[in-house]
């Protein structure tokens, strides 16, 4: 029984990753709460009611016993720290899975999407909150580390759940 907390900047393909290995019940999404919260995915002043709600619902769904994906950048401790408090509460394991994907790929991507709206410098300072995250994940708790740094780790991960 796991939390899968997902970690990377935006436009690492953290939802799409998800998608693809989850189902979409599965999968919390810090943007799908600040739509429910706020009626605006994007709307950051929505951000702390938005993980409230999250964290609920995860809760609610560890409590009973069902896998979790956490879809956010997750790139700063604190955020982090929720998640493994979380998982510990409920005794189920802490997963990080990391997207570790170039600065100006992520770049790239965002500017072709409708949906993302701020500029390459809050892709640039995510980064940066990654590169400081990584060596620190297992003594944050985490009890499995799944660092993917090529395309080719990343289309190729599998998971297996096991009962
Ligand atoms: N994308 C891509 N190739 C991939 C993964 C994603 O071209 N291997 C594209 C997606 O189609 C999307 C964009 O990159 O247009 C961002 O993907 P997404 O999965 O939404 O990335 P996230 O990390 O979830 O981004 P955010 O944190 O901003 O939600």
Redesign the pocket.
């Given at each position: 029984m796991s939390l899968v907390v997902?970690i990377?900047?935006?436009?690492?393909?953290?939802?799409?990753?998800?998608?693809r290995h989850f189902a979409a019940t599965q999968i919390l999404?810090?943007?799908a709460f600040r739509g429910m919260v706020a009626d605006d995915a994007n709307d950051q002043s929505a951000t702390a009611a938005a993980f409230d709600a999250l964290h609920y619902i995860a809760g609610q769904r560890l409590a009973a016993g069902r896998v979790t994906v956490i879809?956010?950048?997750n790139v700063q401790r604190p955020a982090r720290a929720q998640l493994v408090r979380l998982a510990r509460e409920h005794d189920v394991l802490p997963v990080a899975i990391v997207?570790d994907v170039p600065e100006s790929v992520?770049i790239a991507?965002?500017e072709?999407?409708p949906d993302?709206q701020f500029g390459a410098h809050v892709v640039s300072r995510q980064h940066r909150e990654l590169r400081r995250s990584l060596k620190n994940l297992d003594r944050e708790g985490f009890r499995r580390v799944h660092h993917l740094r090529t395309?080719a780790e990343?289309?190729g991960a599998a998971f297996e759940v096991e009962p």
């Open positions: 997902m990377g900047t935006s436009g690492a393909g953290k939802t799409t990753f998800a998608h999404s810090s943007d879809d956010a950048t997207l992520c991507r965002n072709e999407r993302r395309p990343i289309s």
